[in-house]
């Protein structure tokens, strides 16, 4: 029986291997297209809004702010980097991950509110620009 067994490992972790990368790489074309996404937002706010500048139209102060608001909200962050001062870090938080404690996930919940917050503004001025026409 244990020569059974043995037989399949090697199957077992080359699917693991190629399902991980399969993810990953899945998980790596998401977050592309994600931020093509947002750049193309931030230019459909900006290129009207220079237009509007160049032909010299006053824009209001306060749609302004609005709109650099909006803009600067998108920004894509670099990944923070999380110095371990010297700690092992082990096999199984290498396989597992680490685990984020009360405060991370309480700041991770509260960015994604304020993303999915200012996804909706961006996209209700992208429809006011369109039904306006601009």
Known sequence: MPAFTTYYVPHILYS??????????????????????????????????AAR???????????LDRIMRLVRSHRTHA??????????ISWREVILGRKK???????????????EWDRRDLEAVQKEMRISGV
């Open 16 to 49: 693991l291997a190629i399902t991980s990368l399969g993810m990953h790489l899945l998980s790596q074309r998401k977050t592309a297209e994600a931020e093509r996404m947002q750049l193309t937002a931030q230019l459909s706010l900006l290129e009207p809004t």
């Open 53 to 63: 500048l160049r032909t010299g139209e006053r824009i209001p102060p306060p749609e």
């Open 79 to 88: 990944p923070e980097i999380t110095e371990t001062n010297g700690e092992e």
């Open 101 to 115: 404690d009360a405060r991370e996930e309480v700041e991770e919940m509260r960015r994604n509110r304020a993303e």
